[in-house]
């Protein structure tokens, strides 16, 4: 069943009200209502909205002015038509009534068919104004959900990415001692030390990304080296040093923004702050971020992780190896840093342990650290 218009007259008579209400009910079949008052109509509109207000201009305790004000300024009530009934003929009557956002006029004494007229064109305005807020809404609500899933459906893809990265990064390094643990132990460190320092959230993700294939390119050093159960000869740890060099190019001249991100991870994370460090000897703030970040985070990790051929350092002491290269081999920034979330840092220590089958790995392909 079609539901009534509703039709809201305000007037401070009781004469005029009841005219407008039988011309209204005699030509249309609406449902009207009646308000003394400019608060009246506020209360009234505002608890059930009607289609079309008619609204006397000089009323008490709130005029129709600054009613039909009230009413245009709220979101609910917005969109329904104001016409100002008044004998005031003045222009500056009905330009404050525009200013206030009247949408018509009737003159007093009213004409019946120009009532009914202007009330019949205004309730279908109303009705179209209706519907397009409804298909307004209803299409925001369609996007907000469709964008939710695709959220989520990125979010899965990221995840599923991130681990691809961690098990091609793992795969690369199977022969070397490097665990599937280590490699998310040091790209949370890294990626927790670069939030500390003040890193967007869209470069923190990339870090996290990248920082597992910093030592991908350990895949082209040859296995008597890589293998080698005893200390590297001069000859040989220059080899093995090209590993920088091997990963940037098997990652260079993407056009992902967290490989490219990555390339620039695996040439330098073995940089050292006073200029020590390979392969192109770079100092200070020379050595992008990046990789000043996740050298200490590969470091703290390797030194303070068990492999067959050496035992973990002692926490304390783990740490005051990172102290004592602090503006040596590390960014002064970068360790204090790393130093004011210790908590988070052991957190994600004891998050990611070593599990049985990494040590089996590390046991079958022992190599020494250097």
């Excluded at 460090?277 to 990046?290: A, D, E, T």
């Excluded at 204090?336 to 049985?356: G, N, P, T, V």
Aim: net charge negative.
């Amino acid at each position: 069943m079609k539901k009534k218009a509703r039709i809201l007259v305000v007037d401070d008579e009781e004469r005029n009200l009841n005219l407008m209400r039988d011309i209204l009910l005699t030509q249309e079949d609406y449902e009207v209502i009646l308000a003394n008052d400019g608060q009246q109509a506020l209360d009234i509109a505002y608890a059930d909205p009607p289609d079309v207000i008619l609204m006397d201009v000089n009323m008490p305790r709130k005029d129709g002015f600054e009613t039909a004000k009230e009413l245009k300024s709220n979101e609910e009530t917005k969109l329904i038509p104001i016409v100002m009934v008044t004998g005031l003929s003045a222009v500056e009557h009905r330009i404050t009534a525009l200013e206030v956002g009247a949408d018509d006029f009737l003159a007093k004494p009213v004409d019946m068919m120009e009532v009914v007229a202007r009330v019949r064109s205004l309730v279908k305005v109303k009705a179209y104004n209706d519907h397009m807020r409804d298909y307004q809404r209803a299409l925001e609500a369609e996007v907000a959900k469709r964008t939710e899933q695709l959220r989520r459906a990125f979010d899965k893809i990221k995840i599923v990415s991130l681990d691809t990265i961690y098990r091609l990064a793992r795969a690369a390094e199977y022969k070397d001692e490097d665990t599937g643990e280590h490699l998310q132990r040091m790209s949370h460190y890294a990626a927790a030390v670069a939030r500390r320092m003040g890193l967007n959230e869209r470069t923190i993700e990339a870090i996290l990304y990248a920082s597992p294939m910093h030592d991908v390119g350990k895949i082209g050093i040859p296995d008597r080296i890589l293998l080698k159960p005893g200390r590297l000869d001069a000859d040989e740890w220059e080899i093995m040093k090209q590993h920088t060099t091997i990963g940037a190019r098997i990652l260079g001249g993407s056009t992902g923004g967290f490989i490219k991100l990555a390339e620039v991870i695996a040439l330098t994370h073995h940089e050292r702050w006073e200029g020590g460090g390979y392969p192109q000897g770079l100092k200070g703030r020379q050595i992008p971020l990046v990789g000043r970040i996740v050298a200490i985070a590969d470091v703290f990790d390797a030194v303070n992780s068990r492999r067959p051929y050496k035992e973990a350092l002692p926490m304390e002491e783990s740490l005051q190896l990172l102290r004592d290269g602090r503006g040596t081999h590390f960014d002064p920034d970068v360790v204090d840093a790393f130093f004011s979330i210790l908590d988070e840092i052991l957190a994600i220590k004891d998050h990611y342990k070593d599990s049985d089958f990494s040590l089996l790995i590390q046991m079958a392909a022992p190599e020494t650290c250097q």
